[in-house]
């Protein structure tokens, strides 16, 4: 190999490396959020384990709660502007999710939180019979 051939090689590999890491990062976290599986609040914490919080969110008469899951560990290369939320109704069955709602203003528009409706897990798990 030609020191021509060792740089271009060495200046590939010290691009391609990142790139593919960050890649790979937003890959990895796309999957462990996505809810594929979860029909239930007991399939949520069998998934994701317990939400960072919950709240309750109303929509046309209606309550729901809304999980907010995890940000991605400092060891992933992924920058979501904020947490996956995910939407159960009082049942605990899975209505839905947004995997970035600081993203997706149509979030809030569909779940809008009021105040400062913050409710403890434990209150859920003993609903819910979890």
């Known amino acids: 190999m030609t020191a021509k051939q060792r740089t271009i090689l060495g200046w590939t590999t010290l691009i391609v490396l990142p790139v593919s890491y960050v890649l790979g990062s937003e890959i990895y976290y796309a999957r462990s959020i996505s809810p594929k599986g979860v029909c239930s609040v007991r399939d949520f914490f069998d998934r994701f384990g317990e939400p960072q919080r919950i709240r309750i969110v109303e929509r046309q008469g209606r309550s729901y709660y809304e999980f907010t899951g995890h940000l991605p560990s ?3 290369a992924a920058f ?3 947490a996956p939320a995910y939407v159960f109704d009082e049942q605990g069955s899975f209505v839905g999710w947004c995997s970035d709602p600081g993203d997706a203003p149509s979030h809030r528009r569909t779940w809008p939180l009021q105040s400062t409706n913050r409710v403890e897990v434990e209150i ?3 609903k819910l019979g979890i």
């Open 74 to 76: 400092v060891w992933v």
């Open 80 to 82: 979501p502007s904020g």
């Open 124 to 126: 859920v798990r003993k």
